[in-house]
């Protein structure tokens, strides 16, 4: 038995999850690291194999939030979940495991689910992944803006952009606010339950890695991130990383001044949550 009564599934061999805010560089680093050898993966964001399941949709669980916590890893709708896990996974090669796996989980919505899945694998690691807040802050505003990145179009009691990205705790406190103020409480709710959520893990079972690091030399962190696990790194990347499958337009780390007259009057309500998760990228950092 695992943590709070969830079963052991031994199908599973020390998954690794990355975990961040929306927005902050996590698909470019899942697809990366998806490469290393004798990882599995279900090749793509989790959105729909976690939410397909009715207990875990937050319409079901009266829009509260996409919050899940240890409670749900002893239920039958988690053994489910890793059911359809292990039936999709495949690694770099497109191979299905013939025996227990070591799988990459990523989807920005998991920052509220720490503690599900770290109980429904007790033996799991969590990669935290800080970027810059005024770039995610930037590129989180223009996925609301662009109406690509919809997740409850019809969220109840909702007015203006239809909302996109997850579904953070006391969202209908922030019904009738300016974008920017939105995605401000947005980025600062879900920063500061994934820190209190990492920190309550042995910290063995945390890495952390800045997107400004990974984007600056990725061959070197990424030997570095996977090493740390236990993993392999034998393809090189050439210094240079392509375009994430979500990009909505061309990556530059100064491309957020475009947004500055918008993101500086919300500054002051990241700015704890920035000064914790900055402190905590460094002394987590590999």
Not at 35 to 62: D, K
Not at 238 to 256: F, I, N, Q
């Amino acid at each position: 038995m695992g943590a709070d009564g969830a079963i052991t599934d031994e199908r599973f061999d020390r998954p690794l999850l990355i975990v961040s805010p929306p927005r902050s560089g996590s698909t470019l680093l899942f697809e990366t690291m998806e490469q290393a050898p004798g990882l599995f993966s279900i090749g793509t964001e989790s959105h729909i194999a976690i939410e397909s399941i009715p207990a875990f949709h937050p319409g079901n669980r009266m829009w509260n939030s996409n919050r899940l916590t240890a409670a749900e890893a002893a239920t039958p709708a988690a053994r489910r979940l890793a059911d359809g896990f292990y039936s999709e996974l495949r690694d770099r090669d497109g191979r299905r495991p013939d025996g227990p796996a070591r799988m990459l989980e990523k989807t920005p919505k998991n920052a509220l689910r720490i503690p599900f899945f770290a109980a429904l694998w007790p033996d799991s690691a969590f990669i935290y992944l800080y970027r810059d807040v005024r770039q995610t802050l930037a590129s989180m505003m223009e996925a609301w803006a662009s109406g690509r990145f919809v997740t409850y179009p019809q969220l109840p009691g909702w007015t203006g952009y239809r909302w996109s990205l997850l579904l953070v705790p006391g969202w209908q406190a922030l019904t009738g606010k300016p974008l920017p103020v939105v995605v401000a409480h947005q980025w600062a709710i879900t920063t500061q339950i994934l820190l209190d959520d990492l920190e309550a893990l042995p910290r063995d079972r945390v890495r952390a890695l800045r997107h400004a690091d990974f984007v600056a030399d990725p061959d070197a962190r990424m030997a570095a991130l996977t090493r740390s696990v236990g993993l392999g790194w034998d393809r090189p990347l050439g210094g240079a990383l392509p375009l994430s499958r979500y990009t909505v337009s061309r990556p530059d780390a100064e491309k957020w001044r475009r947004l500055e007259h918008l993101i500086a009057p919300v500054l002051p309500i990241v700015a704890e949550a920035d000064a914790r998760a900055r402190a905590f990228a460094a002394e987590c950092v590999l």
